[in-house]
């Protein structure tokens, strides 16, 4: 065996395990479906105990609404997170499925389906603000007011695209210490193989700047998980 194809070799071999490690399949009510990696995220796993304990928790905030399919941290804070340097992840991604729905298949268009959500988070956004046109910032500090734990909001409606509506959002969520903190994210819905996917992405709470940082990581996973199950 030649030095060259020794090191091809070693190459194609660990970008083969690399691809395994990071593939991901879910099941809603017997519908497979494909989870690409996600690029400068790790993929919580069920066999790490800190990690399972996280999903746990996730799980349990939502049970009885929807059903997780994965969840991921930036990989450099989900480190020291494991370390304890960091109580609680401030960059993470979730992407679930509503429970209820779960053994149904919605014969909808996705595109139709899409637009006429976009059409309710736009009514609800206006609702929630009292029909005043407030600037993100006054919004996300109101809604925050009576934010309840593990409660997530819609601020406003963020964008729409082909088959999918955008939605920025806030939520409040509990540090490892016990402390809460609000966090701001992104989340997109879409109706794939009849089924509905919700892809959130939380980041830091610092304002406007949150949502110019999550939006174009959801739009990213949103049409990575799309082409992958179509």
């Not at 976009?118 to 934010?147: P, W």
Request: charged share 25%.
């Amino acid at each position: 065996m030649t030095a060259k194809f020794s090191i091809w070799l070693a190459v194609l071999l660990a970008a083969t395990v690399a691809a395994d490690a990071s593939a991901s399949e879910a099941d809603i009510g017997g519908v497979k479906f494909t989870l690409p990696p996600i690029e400068g995220y790790c993929e919580l796993r069920g066999n790490d105990p800190s990690e399972a304990k996280l999903l746990d928790v996730a799980r349990e905030v939502r049970a009885g609404k929807s059903l997780v399919l994965a969840m991921y941290g930036e990989c450099k804070e989900l480190e020291r997170w494991k370390t304890g340097e960091q109580p609680y992840l401030d960059n993470h991604i979730v992407i679930t499925s509503l429970l209820k729905y779960r053994d149904k298949i919605i014969p909808d268009d996705p595109d139709k389906w899409a637009a006429q959500v976009c059409e309710l988070s736009k009514d609800k956004s206006f609702t929630q603000s009292k029909g005043i046109k407030e600037d993100v910032e006054k919004r996300i500090a109101n809604l925050s007011l009576n934010l309840k734990l593990n409660e997530m909001q819609t601020i406003s409606l963020a964008a729409k695209d082909t088959g999918v509506c955008y939605i920025a959002m806030v939520t409040k969520l509990q540090a490892e210490g016990g402390d809460e903190k609000n966090q701001i994210g992104a989340g997109s819905t879409m109706l794939l193989k009849g089924k509905i996917i919700y892809i959130y992405t939380v980041t830091l709470n610092d304002g406007p700047k949150a949502l110019e940082r999550s939006l174009p990581v959801t739009k990213a996973v949103t049409a990575a998980v799309a082409a992958a199950n179509r």
